[in-house]
């Protein structure tokens, strides 16, 4: 049974950090495109960041989150660094077709349950 499992989400100030990571078991995703994404409240999921051959960013996460992989660990990483409040949503992590580094949430066959990151003015 495939799995992912997001972790390291919480509650944090504006101008703080995080580092979440998901844990993948039941295959190993070393060639295929991981993904993070974003969902807030009454807001439709959206792209984050993704790593395959290279790492792409939202705009709006550029410069203050990183995404990196261990392959030994099947594991995927998000340091998210000079959080804002609008940061605030549930974070998932997902295991893409080894097609590209795709920012559509429909290329993505696996997906973790989420990990809430909360960011306080």
């Known amino acids: 049974q495939v799995q992912l499992v997001e972790s390291g989400g919480g509650l944090v100030q504006a101008g703080g950090s995080l580092r979440l990571s998901c844990a993948a078991s039941g295959r190993t995703f070393s060639s295929s495109p991981m993904g993070w994404f974003r969902q807030a409240p009454g807001k439709e999921r959206e792209f984050v960041a993704v790593i395959w051959s290279s790492t792409f960013y939202a705009d709006s996460v550029k410069g203050r989150f990183t995404v990196s992989r261990d392959n030994t660990k099947n594991t995927v990483y998000l340091v998210m660094n000079n959080l804002k409040p609008e940061d605030t949503a549930v974070y998932y992590c997902?295991?893409?077709?080894?097609?590209?580094?795709?920012?559509?949430?429909?290329?993505?066959?696996?997906w973790g349950q989420g990990t809430q990151v909360t960011v306080s003015s």
């Open positions: 997902a295991a893409g077709r080894p097609l590209g580094a795709s920012r559509l949430p429909s290329e993505y066959d696996y």
